[in-house]
């Protein structure tokens, strides 16, 4: 979709980082703009709207709705209103060396529970647990693997990305301190809560492979055009049944 | 009544079937007789205390023995039960909702092995997935954040958990070239697999080493 029909608040789009869909791109580039959701399945969204909309439902009731249609979470649940989602573009031409911070910060806590990284990009972890950690990435599809020296508690290292692919950082001594890593050449990433903007401005013309990813829900995969002077809107909706096929 | 030509074809089926009978009876006892034990130890190189560790069998030139069987995993108070299964190749799980109030699962996986969504599963119901193929697959529930498990899918039915490394036996193994391997959760730790020859009683004292992964880049 093609936006000329921006007509969209823009406070609904301060998420992506003060994009404004109503002006135009500079001379020569585009963008990809739009919004991307994780939900529950389909046939749990209809079964919760059903029993919400009746009028004996019970606000107790271990299946969660609402009369208003919504899903109503309680605390066993994955709450899809909070989840944090990325949108991700593959582009040849960014440069690496992001930085991105990873801390475990007690016992089989460590935060934040996924990254999408560059390879070339630096993740700086910190450890602020009591015990000395050596952390490593490995492919989850493969034997590779990279890793940092032993960390003492209280201290902090960059280690560069040299591995692609579908990652776990995490630590020989405790494999309870996890981070899904999403790693691939010439990513750009922003992360976002779910049901907001993402915007990638300022994009030569070109064909781009654009990921939504939520490390519960895994990757949503969708090929972008960029043409010169225009907006394209690109919608992901993550879930079991939009992802599974 | 039957024509005389085919009186002679009927007494053929007759007597050849007694003999094919006993064909069958005398070669199969040998084949019997040769079922092997495999035994002997698992080392872990690096220094950590692993556990739940699976040491199996896999054919290294034709299939295993068929050992397709049912798995069940029940998910009362929101737990996957067992949080990790042991299914031979070809096997199916059935994911049984047996909670006690009207508590929804949805349980998929998005592991290489086996990408799954069984949809919704209501209270009482049971869903079957199969697994045809050998790998790890992690599944979650969608609804529940603290749900998830781990079915282990091994090549053949000669297998066992071991819950420290150590001795270990592998009981009944038909004769035939089999490669000894072992299934660790820990990512930095894999098995260096051993080729095994089965042709007597026993093959005994054999060495399965787990060590840390070596660094190693694309």
């Not at chain 1, 895994?218 to 879930?239: N, Y």
């Not at chain 2, 199916?92 to 009207?102: A, K, L, M, P, S």
């Not at chain 2, 051993?194 to 026993?202: M, T």
Request: aromatic share 8%; proline share 6%.
């Amino acid at each position: 979709m093609i936006a000329g029909l921006l007509a969209l608040p823009v406070a609904v789009l301060a998420d992506g980082h003060g994009f404004d869909p109503d002006e135009p791109p500079p001379e020569g580039k585009g963008s990809v703009y739009g919004t991307v959701t994780a939900r529950p399945h389909k046939d749990y969204v209809k079964k919760a709207k059903e029993l919400g909309s009746k009028e004996d439902y019970d606000d107790n009731d271990p299946y969660a709705g609402s009369a208003d249609g919504k899903v109503v979470y309680n605390d066993t649940m994955v709450n899809y209103d909070f989840a944090d989602v990325y949108a991700i573009l593959l582009n040849p031409a960014a440069k690496p060396g992001k930085v991105h911070e990873v801390e475990a910060e007690g016992d089989e806590d460590q935060k934040p529970r996924a990254l999408a990284v560059a390879f070339g990009d630096i993740i700086r972890i910190k450890n602020a647990t009591s015990k000395p950690l050596t952390y490593f990435l490995a492919d989850i599809n493969g034997d590779s693997i990279q890793e940092i020296p032993l960390l003492p508690p209280g201290g902090s290292a960059d280690m560069t990305v040299e591995l692609v692919g579908d990652l776990e950082l995490t630590t020989d001594e405790d494999d309870s301190l996890i981070t899904a890593v999403l790693s691939r050449e010439g990513l750009q990433s922003q992360r976002v809560r779910s049901g907001s903007t993402y915007a990638f401005p300022n994009m030569n013309p070109g064909e781009y492979d654009l990921l939504f990813w939520f490390w519960r829900l895994g990757i949503l995969k969708r090929k972008v055009t960029v043409e010169a002077g225009e907006h394209t809107d690109v919608d992901g909706v993550l879930s079991v049944d939009t992802v599974v096929r | 009544m039957i024509p005389k030509g085919k009186r002679w074809l009927l007494f053929g089926c007759v007597a050849v079937f007694p003999v094919l009978l006993i064909m069958i009876t005398v070669f199969s006892v040998p084949v019997t007789a040769l079922a092997a034990s495999v035994s002997g130890k698992l080392k872990v190189y690096g220094g950590k205390k692993l556990k739940n560790i699976i040491v199996f069998l896999e054919p290294t030139n034709k299939k295993a023995a068929d050992a397709v069987k049912k798995y069940k995993v029940t998910q009362k108070g929101r737990v996957f039960d067992p949080a990790v299964t042991v299914v031979v190749a070809g096997s199916e799980v059935i994911f049984i909702n047996d909670e006690e109030r009207e508590i929804d699962h949805n349980i998929y996986s998005l592991s290489r092995t086996r990408k799954f969504d069984v949809g919704l599963v209501s209270k009482g119901s049971e869903l079957v997935v199969d697994f045809p193929k050998p790998g790890i697959v992690k599944y979650y529930c969608s609804v529940h954040k603290n749900m998830e498990g781990t079915i282990i899918v091994v090549p053949s039915p000669f297998y066992t958990l071991l819950d420290k490394p150590g001795t270990f036996t592998l009981e009944n193994v038909p004769e035939g070239e089999w490669k000894l391997n072992a299934a660790v959760s820990h990512r930095r730790y894999s098995a260096s697999p051993v080729d095994v020859a089965v042709s007597g009683p026993s093959v005994d004292s054999v060495i399965l080493q787990i060590s840390r992964k070596r660094r190693k880049r694309r």
